[in-house]
C-alpha cells in the first residue's frame, strides 16, 4: 500500500498564495513513489472532486486545469517521495479539500490508484 499525507492548507485572504505538500510512503507490488504520476484534485463542498493538476514520474511533463493554469505550480522531489502544489493569486473559488493522488499509470489515463485524506483550503474574499 502506498500512504499520501498532504499538508499545507490553510486559510489565506484572496490574491495570497500556499504550498500544499504530499508526503509518499510504502511500496506496492515493487513500485517506488518516483515511478507514480502524481496529481492534485480538489472538491468544493457540494460539488464533485475534479482535476487540478498532475505530474509525470519524472517531473518533466505537467499538465493543469484551466482554471488554475498560470497560477498554480506542481512540482515533485523523487529524492524526499514528495510532491508539491504551489498555489498563487489564490481566488475564493479555489477554495475546497485539496487531494493528493497517485496514478496507476500514465496521468493521461486518468486511474487513480491512491489517494491522501484531503487538507481544506479557504480563500477569503
Known amino acids: 500500500q502506498v500512504q499520501l499525507v498532504e499538508s499545507g492548507g490553510g486559510l489565506v485572504q484572496a490574491g495570497g498564495s500556499l504550498r500544499l505538500s504530499c508526503a509518499a510512503s510504502?511500496?506496492?507490488?515493487?513500485?517506488?513513489?518516483?515511478?507514480?504520476?502524481m496529481g492534485w484534485f480538489r472538491q468544493a463542498p457540494g460539488k464533485e472532486r475534479d482535476f487540478v493538476a498532475a505530474?509525470?514520474?519524472?517531473?518533466?511533463?505537467?499538465y493543469y486545469a484551466e482554471s488554475v493554469k498560470g497560477r498554480f505550480t506542481i512540482s515533485r522531489d523523487n529524492a524526499k517521495n514528495t510532491v508539491a502544489l504551489q498555489m498563487n493569486s489564490l481566488k475564493p473559488e479555489d477554495t475546497a479539500v485539496y487531494y493528493c493522488?497517485?496514478?496507476?499509470?500514465?496521468?493521461?489515463?486518468?486511474?487513480?490508484?491512491?489517494w491522501g485524506q484531503g487538507t481544506q483550503v479557504t480563500v477569503s474574499s
Open positions: 505530474i509525470s514520474w519524472t517531473g518533466g511533463s505537467t
Open positions: 493522488a497517485a496514478y496507476r499509470g500514465s496521468y493521461v489515463a486518468g486511474v487513480v490508484d491512491y
Open positions: 510504502g511500496r506496492a507490488s515493487g513500485r517506488s513513489f518516483s515511478s507514480y504520476a
